[in-house]
């Protein structure tokens, strides 16, 4: 059974930066794709990174302050957040979903096969 854990979310004021983290267990090789979502009235896509050559995606309005990064040897994906702003505020959530392409994405919640319990981020002064 494929678990993910998230960590390092908290209070942070507008401007600064979080680093979150999420530790992947259970799974029997690295052809996952790794996403992180975070909870609005839904759940919002974040950033998404392949398996294969680690390219990163990321929604419109998180380009530029965000970078996802993984390291497969540790089975642990990263999200840097810098720039923080109140609107990033949520419940951020790690998923993985396991694919034969080496560069295929996934950007919509009903295509991740397994998430983690999120992590608070909250952005206040």
């Known amino acids: 059974q494929v678990q993910l854990v998230e960590s390092g979310g908290g209070l942070v004021q507008p401007g600064g930066s979080l680093r979150l983290s999420c530790v992947v267990s259970?799974?029997?090789?690295?052809?996952?794709?790794m996403g992180w979502f975070r909870q609005g009235p839904g759940k919002e896509f974040v950033a998404a990174i392949s398996?294969?050559?680690?390219?990163?995606h990321y929604a419109d309005s998180m380009k530029g302050r965000f970078t996802i990064s993984r390291d497969n040897a540790e089975n642990t994906v990263y999200l840097e957040m810098d720039s923080l702003k109140p609107e990033d505020t949520a419940v951020y959530y790690c998923?993985?979903?396991?694919?034969?392409?080496?560069?295929?994405?996934?950007?919509?919640?009903?295509?991740?096969?397994?998430w983690g319990r999120g992590t608070q981020v909250t952005v206040s002064s």
């Open positions: 998923a993985a979903v396991e694919t034969y392409w080496a560069e295929r994405f996934f950007y919509t919640e009903g295509e991740y096969q397994y």
């Open positions: 259970g799974r029997s090789s690295n052809n996952y794709v």
């Open positions: 398996w294969g050559s680690g390219t990163p």
